[in-house]
């Protein structure tokens, strides 16, 4: 008998709400077509309308709900008109990351046919790489305190961490990655210049996981020319391993040079699957263009396809799954329908069906 795989399906807040459901439909179709069997839990909760009701994100117990799941499919966090961006994030999105040691935040980037491209002169396969962002620790503490609160004399201190142990991990999974594919080529994101201690001591780390992987060229970059490569050189970039703040921006940016962040996936990986793993859209909840229909819904589709490929361990079904699942995107964005970040006039359930549609032949 086939495995039935347990998934928790949280919408969240904003443009969240309304990218899920597309992404269900589209799981659906690829579930019924590749004989996958997901029993789907939905959850209302980590969102900021359960925090107006509950004066918290979360139940107390969400950590023993959650536990018995295979994977969480996360839509988006935060609606600032009610609930502190730092409350809802930390009430919900990082304590998932952090209590399910999602110690990866794998965010693939590609520009795909039928995208304008606000690069010059960038065609489909001219951008395609992957940031391996660290997920637990770095700048994300919440190690610091205010002195002489409300004075003048006011202090602030915010902590980063680096531990041997989180480094090296992530490192190791970057290099496996690069190690994995044609060029073989691992960018470190650094800024062991300005940043004197923890900096050159994340260099060291990468030298030293060099070691096991002679066939991967290591690439040790300054986080702002980084960041400017990734618009004028994107097609120097495979593999780019980058702390979580300095991998957060960068998954933005990326995406951004390949016309729209409405089409990056991400996954929140557990890779020894102790813990649920988390796949979510890059993207925000967007309250600006909630409760239009307008959303881009690609990114959602395309982490719930991340998210089969986990599950199955990149074989037989669920990496069929996923494969189908892209191409039927890669064809929507060449034909259409297509939403208004992409040039289109369609709306997010229109994108989503299209999709779905070609998933299911
Ligand atoms: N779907 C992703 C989402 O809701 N992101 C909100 C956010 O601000 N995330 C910050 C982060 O990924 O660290």
Redesign the pocket.
């Known amino acids: 008998m086939s495995k039935r795989y347990q998934i928790a399906v949280i919408p969240?807040d904003g443009i969240?709400k309304e990218v899920m459901p597309e992404g269900l439909r589209v799981l659906q179709a690829a579930a019924q077509r590749f004989d996958i069997d997901l029993e789907l839990t939905p959850i209302a909760w980590a969102s900021c309308d359960y925090y107006a009701q509950h004066g918290q994100m979360m139940p107390d117990d969400w950590k023993a709900q959650l536990s018995g799941m295979d994977a969480i499919l996360?839509?988006?966090?935060?609606w600032p008109a009610t609930v502190p961006?730092h409350v809802s994030?930390w009430g919900s999105?990082?304590k998932f990351r952090r209590e399910f040691d999602q110690y990866i935040n794998l965010r693939p980037v590609r520009l795909f046919e039928g995208v304008p491209c606000p690069l010059a002169g960038r065609k489909a396969g001219d951008i395609d790489y992957f940031v391996v962002r660290e997920n637990t620790e770095g700048e994300?503490t919440n190690l610091g305190g205010v002195m002489y609160a409300g004075t003048d004399r006011e202090i602030v201190i915010q902590e980063s961490v680096y531990s041997r142990f989180g480094t090296d991990r992530v490192m190791k999974y970057a290099f496996e990655l690069a190690n994995s594919r044609e060029r073989k080529h691992l960018t470190v994101a650094t800024k062991s210049n300005g940043i004197a201690i923890s900096m050159p001591w994340w260099d060291g780390r990468a030298d030293a996981m060099a070691q096991g992987y002679p066939a991967v060229t290591v690439d040790k970059q300054h986080i702002d020319i980084l960041s400017a490569r990734f618009v004028l050189q994107p097609g120097r970039f495979d593999v780019v391993v980058a702390s979580n703040l300095f991998g957060?921006i960068l998954s933005d940016l990326g995406p951004a040079t390949t016309g729209t962040i409405g089409l990056a996936p991400s996954a929140n990986l557990n890779p020894e699957r102790k813990f649920p793993s988390l796949f979510?859209?890059?993207?925000?909840?967007a309250p600006d263009i909630y409760g239009k229909n307008i959303a881009n819904p690609v990114a959602m589709i395309w982490s719930a396809a991340l998210m089969l490929d986990f599950l199955t361990e990149s074989t037989g079904a669920g990496r069929a799954a996923h494969d189908a699942i892209v191409k039927a995107i890669e064809t929507v964005l060449v034909q259409g329908p297509r939403t208004g970040d992409l040039g289109g006039t369609a709306n997010t359930t229109a994108m989503g069906e299209a999709i779905a549609a070609l998933v299911a032949q």
């Not at 996360?74 to 935060?78: I, T, Y």
């Not at 979510?280 to 909840?285: A, C, F, N, Q």
Request: charged share 15%; proline share 5%.
């Open positions: 969240g969240g996360f839509g988006a966090v935060g961006d994030l999105l990082l994300y957060d979510e859209p890059v993207h925000g909840s």
